[in-house]
């Protein structure tokens, strides 16, 4: 419908529209003698004659507009309140594609309009916040040591200052030595807060899901608790999986605005213990690539690509017996089961962890104080599992399990990854196959085309035993976090953690062409 109104909600019927101007009405305040704030489609609309004359504003802080208008999509606004007869509107601002700044508005209102202005900023704050929960409480987990030792220097810069903006309350903690995290997330008040965010690599949110699933009431923690992060490390997958970004401004905005969204997490059990992983587990060429190459620190993200280079061209072979309890086998069927997800337009509030979040005495009368689920499939020292067969694969090259797309910025390995579908992805590559071809492939995860290549062997499955063979010492990474060269098995737990995403069902990857 063609308007000439710039004002008007292209998203309101045309039923409402024929009642008569109310609902534009309603929509738009008049603030001040020559300005006016309207709801649009999906943003703040900001009429102000001021702006024309260069008085207002701060040029290269607003998305978008012409000479005396200004738009502020839903999703940057913060929060907005009445200061006695002032309206105050706090928003994120865009300072350039990867850095936001909190900003306010402010204009007067007339006494009288009041009641009116009241009901317009509860309308604000709805479009603006959907089903996200407001004003979240978080308990914040720096690691001064992450990466290369900035964390602290963003969190005062890029995280505090929005998270305030938001009305968030906060409770900030600097991680004084290595498994903190967990004896934090053990031992907190998991009424007290919505998230543990964590700013860091994703070595502390993998301490922060240990913590919870170390609790006696492990089951009703990780459900109510969002994990979130803001990427500080040297390794930032999580973040770049559920807020869809490796800047830590845009990452804190993605938590503000975040809808809590069950997380499959797996059970590893490795000699007498038993962790959590939320991320990925390595053997071979990817975990030696990082874990073998802390000698070359000095490179950057660069040290990765070259250990990984290195052991490609040498044909690097890590043997191994391999027992996997596959639950799609082919291509085909994995692609329409992700593209399933995708269409599922379900609204998050019938999505499990979306209630336990807002329902703090739901969660707390039902009276479910179990610890982690019971194993399946028991543990690596049982018997190997009904119906599961170890097979030799001699020539592994790469044995790769992962829970979420991103395994860093840029590298969707696992394209087909969903958070909740209780599947891990696995990815099992020949170690002797060409170099040509070995090439090829690693190109082709950064064109999108690793999914289909033919020599990419690819299952969801729900459970693994791997024991290395030939090798005196070796290199096992969950995580990204190096554990004993020894066997492991894992099984999946269908949405038992909890992080925060803009859907609340998908990761922010593209998915598979
Ligand atoms: N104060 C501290 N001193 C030393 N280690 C710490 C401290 N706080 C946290 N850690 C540990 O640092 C490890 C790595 O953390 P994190 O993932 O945040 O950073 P990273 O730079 O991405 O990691 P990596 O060193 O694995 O590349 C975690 O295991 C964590 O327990």
Same mark, same amino acid.
């Given at each position: 419908?063609?308007?000439?109104?710039?004002?008007?909600?292209?998203?309101?019927?045309?039923?409402?529209?024929?009642?008569?101007?109310?609902?534009?009405?309603?929509?738009? $305040?008049?603030?001040?003698?020559? =300005? /006016? %704030? !309207?709801?649009? +489609?999906?943003?703040?609309?900001? @009429?102000?004659?001021?702006? #024309?004359?260069?008085?207002?504003?701060?040029?290269?802080?607003?998305?978008?507009?012409?000479?005396?208008?200004?738009?502020?999509?839903?999703?940057?606004?913060?929060?907005?309140?009445?200061?006695?007869?002032? $309206?105050?509107?706090?928003?994120? =601002? /865009? %300072? !350039?594609?990867? +850095?936001?700044?909190?900003?306010? @508005?402010?204009?007067?209102? #007339?006494?009288?309009?009041?009641?009116?202005?009241?009901?317009?900023?509860?309308?604000?704050?709805?479009?603006?916040?959907?089903?996200?929960?407001?004003?979240?409480?978080?308990?914040?987990?720096?690691?001064?040591?992450?990466?290369?030792?900035? =964390?602290?220097?963003?969190?005062?810069?890029?995280?505090?200052?929005? @998270?305030?903006?938001?009305?968030?309350?906060?409770?900030?903690?600097?991680?004084?030595?290595?498994?903190?995290?967990?004896?934090?997330?053990?031992?907190?008040?998991?009424?007290?807060?919505?998230?543990?965010?964590?700013?860091?690599?994703?070595?502390?949110?993998?301490?922060?899901?240990?913590?919870?699933?170390?609790?006696?009431?492990?089951?009703?923690?990780?459900?109510?608790?969002?994990?979130?992060?803001?990427?500080?490390?040297?390794?930032?997958?999580?973040?770049?999986?559920?807020?869809?970004?490796?800047?830590?401004?845009?990452?804190?905005?993605?938590?503000?605005?975040?809808?809590?969204?069950?997380?499959?997490?797996?059970?590893?059990?490795?000699?007498?213990?038993?962790?959590?992983?939320?991320?990925?587990?390595?053997?071979?060429?990817?975990?030696?690539?990082?874990?073998?190459?802390?000698?070359?620190?000095?490179?950057?993200?660069?040290?990765?690509?070259?250990?990984?280079?290195?052991?490609?061209?040498?044909?690097?072979?890590?043997?191994?017996?391999?027992?996997?309890?596959?639950?799609?086998?082919?291509?085909?069927?994995?692609?329409?089961?992700?593209?399933?997800?995708?269409?599922?337009?379900?609204?998050?509030?019938?999505?499990?962890?979306?209630?336990?979040?807002?329902?703090?005495?739901?969660?707390?009368?039902?009276?479910?104080?179990?610890?982690?689920?019971?194993?399946?499939?028991?543990?690596?020292?049982?018997?190997?599992?009904?119906?599961?067969?170890?097979?030799?694969?001699?020539?592994?090259?790469?044995?790769?399990?992962?829970?979420?797309?991103?395994?860093?910025?840029?590298?969707?390995?696992?394209?087909?990854?969903?958070?909740?579908?209780?599947?891990?992805?696995?990815?099992?590559?020949?170690?002797?196959?060409?170099?040509?071809?070995?090439?090829?492939?690693?190109?082709?995860?950064?064109?999108?085309?690793?999914?289909?290549?033919?020599?990419?062997?690819?299952?969801?499955?729900?459970?693994?035993?791997?024991?290395?063979?030939?090798?005196?010492?070796?290199?096992?990474?969950?995580?990204?976090?190096?554990?004993?060269?020894?066997?492991?098995?894992?099984?999946?737990?269908?949405?038992?953690?909890?992080?925060?995403?803009?859907?609340?069902?998908?990761?922010?990857?593209?998915?598979?062409?």
């Amino acid at each position: 419908m063609a308007t000439d109104n710039p004002f008007r909600d292209p998203a309101t019927s045309s039923d409402e529209l024929g009642r008569d101007n109310s609902v534009t009405m309603d929509s738009t $305040l008049a603030v001040g003698r020559d =300005a /006016s %704030l !309207s709801l649009g +489609t999906d943003s703040l609309v900001v @009429l102000d004659e001021a702006f #024309e004359n260069g008085g207002i504003g701060c040029c290269g802080l607003w998305p978008s507009g012409t000479a005396n208008t200004r738009s502020v999509p839903f999703y940057n606004i913060l929060w907005a309140e009445l200061q006695g007869d002032v $309206l105050s509107i706090d928003y994120a =601002a /865009s %300072l !350039s594609k990867t +850095t936001v700044r909190p900003a306010t @508005l402010k204009y007067p209102v #007339e006494k009288p309009d009041l009641d009116r202005v009241n009901k317009w900023l509860g309308k604000l704050l709805d479009r603006s916040y959907g089903e996200a929960q407001r004003r979240k409480r978080a308990k914040i987990l720096v690691n001064p040591y992450s990466g290369k030792g900035s =964390a602290e220097k963003w969190y005062r810069r890029d995280v505090e200052p929005l @998270l305030k903006a938001a009305r968030c309350s906060i409770d900030m903690v600097k991680t004084r030595y290595r498994g903190e995290a967990v004896e934090i997330a053990e031992k907190m008040d998991i009424d007290a807060f919505d998230t543990v965010v964590a700013c860091s690599g994703d070595g502390l949110p993998h301490e922060v899901f240990n913590g919870l699933g170390k609790r006696a009431d492990a089951k009703k923690a990780l459900s109510k608790m969002a994990v979130s992060h803001i990427p500080c490390g040297s390794g930032n997958a999580m973040s770049c999986n559920v807020n869809g970004t490796n800047s830590a401004s845009l990452a804190t905005l993605a938590i503000i605005k975040g809808i809590p969204t069950p997380l499959d997490l797996i059970s590893i059990t490795q000699g007498e213990t038993r962790t959590l992983s939320f991320l990925s587990q390595s053997v071979g060429i990817v975990a030696e690539s990082d874990l073998a190459t802390e000698n070359l620190r000095w490179m950057g993200s660069a040290r990765f690509t070259y250990g990984f280079l290195v052991r490609l061209l040498g044909r690097t072979v890590y043997p191994c017996d391999l027992a996997v309890k596959v639950a799609i086998e082919d291509k085909p069927s994995i692609k329409e089961h992700y593209g399933k997800e995708q269409d599922n337009d379900e609204p998050a509030s019938e999505r499990r962890g979306y209630k336990t979040l807002l329902d703090d005495d739901a969660s707390a009368s039902s009276g479910n104080e179990d610890g982690l689920p019971a194993l399946r499939y028991g543990t690596v020292n049982d018997k190997l599992p009904e119906g599961w067969e170890l097979i030799p694969y001699d020539k592994m090259g790469n044995f790769y399990c992962g829970n979420m797309a991103y395994m860093a910025a840029d590298t969707n390995f696992f394209q087909c990854a969903l958070p909740n579908d209780g599947y891990m992805d696995l990815v099992c590559i020949n170690g002797d196959i060409s170099r040509l071809a070995a090439i090829q492939m690693m190109l082709a995860v950064e064109n999108g085309k690793f999914f289909d290549n033919p020599l990419v062997s690819y299952r969801k499955i729900l459970g693994y035993r791997i024991i290395p063979k030939n090798q005196k010492d070796g290199y096992i990474s969950i995580d990204g976090e190096r554990v004993p060269f020894q066997p492991f098995q894992a099984e999946v737990h269908k949405g038992l953690g909890t992080v925060l995403s803009r859907t609340g069902h998908m990761y922010a990857a593209p998915g598979p062409l």
